[in-house]
């Protein structure tokens, strides 16, 4: 599966971001879909993680109450709503998908990546 993430840009602290990841290729609704995330200097963190259904979700500690991850199977795409921004939260994300059921928060276990979308968010 391809996976083409969009949607970062610079924000103001306490504003809204959507991203989005669009995939193509394989059938999109087997795959476990992830965003990750990635500030200057430091090692890729996770951020949200959905399950092939949708029904099932699950965040970081950062993430949780300000970002929520949803997807859409019939547009193949999951999306990303932070609200509540903090200059904390400045990093390249990813989209990422793993081709097993079990929803994980370690890069590793995801074999599809997307190629990364800026946010900034200033202060």
């Known amino acids: 599966v391809q996976l083409q993430a969009s949607g970062g840009g610079l924000v103001q602290a306490g504003g809204s971001l959507r991203l989005a990841c669009v995939a193509s290729?394989?059938?999109?609704?087997?795959?476990?879909m992830g965003w990750f995330r990635q500030a200057p200097g430091k090692e890729r963190e996770f951020v949200a993680a959905?399950?092939?259904?949708?029904?099932?979700?699950y965040y970081s500690g950062p993430a949780k109450g300000r970002f929520t991850i949803s997807r859409d199977v019939a547009k193949n795409t999951v999306s990303l709503l932070m609200n509540s921004l903090k200059p904390e939260d400045t990093a390249v994300y990813y989209c990422?998908?793993?081709?097993?059921?079990?929803?994980?928060?370690?890069?590793?276990?995801?074999?599809?990546w997307g190629q990364g979308t800026l946010v900034t968010v200033s202060s």
């Open positions: 290729g394989r059938t999109f609704s087997r795959y476990t």
């Open positions: 990422a998908a793993k081709d097993t059921i079990a929803i994980r928060t370690t890069a590793a276990d995801y074999g599809y």
């Open positions: 959905i399950s092939w259904s949708g029904g099932v979700t």
